[in-house]
């Protein structure tokens, strides 16, 4: 290592290097990544130090690491991008991407309104809300938990299979057709609940996306809260028209 390079923590100059192999090409999807003891050697460096890197590698996305006989580090493929302007939930994008998305239905139930529930909603505190909490796999990994709140006047007897559906072709049936949808996108670390969920450490980012469904007449139809594995997705917002001309 350089000079100007041991200035900085070796594992951030180690997690460059590696990132920098990934995105030359000289690690290409699927290739097994060197193991703890040969990055040790490469860079003469205790195995701490190594797994620290290897700790942010992960995080934004690059690798996957396995366990058992078959395990290891393997670069992982590009994760698909999810457009926050596109009007669709992520499960929707994620399956539109090609992904074969399991829905697990935890726990569905009915709650009181809280007071900032309520008003949310615009109905009386103590009112009672269908909350569903889930989780998404895809390839046997969980990538997505989300909590799903709707008013029980407006889907009483909600069923498992019902939450299962797309959001919008379920409120379409209940005659609640969306006209107008507000997401909210923010970086956070992993509740309680979420660390179990989709199997992360109590300090590890994601990201988290609030979707508020109007029906007609701005009756707040759903509350819909994705929490996605940064390593499971990226996210763009687009602003504006792209001026480029359309290819034929």
């Not at 078959?70 to 669709?88: I, K």
């Not at 919008?168 to 057709?177: H, I, K, P, S, V």
């Amino acid at each position: 290592m350089s000079t100007s390079q041991r200035r900085r923590p070796a594992y951030l100059v180690i997690a460059d290097s590696l990132r920098s192999k990934i995105e030359s090409g000289e690690l290409k999807p699927g290739d097994r990544f060197p193991t703890e003891r040969e990055l040790v050697q490469e860079y003469k460096v205790a195995r701490m130090t190594v797994r620290h890197a290897l700790d942010i590698v992960q995080i934004e996305g690059l690798i996957d690491r396995k366990r058992g006989r078959t395990g290891g580090t393997f670069v992982r493929a590009t994760p698909p991008t999810l457009s926050l302007t596109s009007g669709r939930s992520a499960l929707d994008q994620l399956r539109e991407h090609g992904l074969d998305v399991e829905v697990r239905v935890l726990s569905l139930a009915l709650i009181d309104a809280p007071g900032h529930l309520a008003s949310t909603f615009g109905i009386e505190e103590g009112d009672s809300l269908w909350e569903c909490r889930s989780v998404q796999v895809s390839a046997g990994s969980p990538i997505m938990a989300s909590t799903l709140l709707i008013p029980e006047a407006v889907a009483p007897g909600l069923t498992e299979e019902d939450v299962q559906r797309p959001l919008t072709e379920l409120l379409a049936d209940l005659g609640l057709a969306p006209v107008f949808k507000r997401d909210s996108l923010v970086a956070a670390t992993a509740r309680t609940e979420e660390q179990k969920a989709l199997g992360v450490g109590r300090n590890q980012p994601v990201l988290r996306i609030t979707r508020t469904v109007k029906a007609e007449g701005g009756v707040v139809a759903a509350q819909l809260e994705e929490t996605l594995r940064p390593d499971a997705v990226t996210v763009e917002v687009e602003v504006g028209e792209d001026p480029s001309p359309e290819l034929d």
